[in-house]
């Protein structure tokens, strides 16, 4: 059974600590999205990958968060350093988009605590 | 910018009601449109609507779009708790970007 896979689910850090999610993306799906998710805000697209190549970051504040593809089975998203202003939930998605677009597939999503 | 808007934010209603929810959207080449459920965890996927008045059907569930009016309704019939969820709408607008762009979402609770 197919499925996108964050680690880790839950994650409480510390101020200005360094966050690293991981992502593995469904097979053969070439395009990869990162969410965030909060009440006031909804999922809002932080960046998104197509080939691995960055397509779109422009949801993402960039003096402390990037997103990188280092290969096809892994999308990894790092906060440096976290603010409590990050707490959410942060979804990794993946489709395959192109002649034949599928929908996008969620992972569980990482619960993330900044106190 | 494209832009997603769901009606209502929330809404309660009683188990056995229809419920009609609401998307309309503001794109410059439109591709396709999806509708997701979202309880606890994450989003899973119910319709993927592309061509103008043609109706997906799943269960108590179904959906239509209007490409001539922007927008989308997604009906639920003879409701049930378990309808309990946030429902989500977004699409891949950008022919060649899909870039899948999510509206806020409607809050919908079943009370039995």
């Known amino acids: 059974d197919a499925r996108v896979t964050q680690t880790p689910r839950h994650k409480v850090t510390e101020m200005g600590q360094e966050v690293t999610m991981r992502c593995q993306p469904i097979l053969g799906h070439n395009t990869v999205f990162w969410y965030r998710q909060t009440m006031m805000q909804g999922l809002e697209l932080l960046a998104y990958?197509?080939?691995?190549?960055?397509?779109?970051d422009s949801g993402m504040p960039k003096d402390r968060f990037s997103a990188e593809m280092p290969d096809a089975t892994l999308a990894t998203l790092k906060i440096q350093p976290s603010e409590p202003r990050d707490s959410a939930v942060y979804f990794c998605?993946?489709?395959?988009?192109?002649?034949?677009?599928?929908?996008?597939?969620f992972g569980q999503g990482t619960r993330l605590t900044v106190v | 910018e494209d832009k997603v808007v769901q009606s209502p934010l929330s809404l309660v209603v009683h188990e056995g009601d229809t419920v009609t929810l609401n998307c309309s959207y503001e794109?410059?080449?439109?591709?396709?449109l999806l509708w997701y459920k979202q309880e606890k965890k994450a989003p899973t996927f119910l319709f993927m609507l592309t061509s103008s008045g043609i109706e997906k059907k799943s269960g108590r569930l179904s959906s239509i779009l209007d490409k001539k009016e922007l927008f989308s309704i997604l009906n639920i019939t003879a409701t049930q708790t378990g309808d309990s969820a946030i429902y989500l709408c977004a699409g891949p607008f950008l022919s060649g970007t899909y870039k899948y762009i999510f509206g806020t979402g409607t809050r919908l609770k079943v009370l039995a």
């Open positions: 990958f197509r080939n691995r190549a960055p397509l779109d």
């Open positions: 794109v410059t080449n439109f591709r396709s």
């Open positions: 998605a993946s489709g395959l988009v192109g002649q034949v677009n599928t929908e996008a597939f």
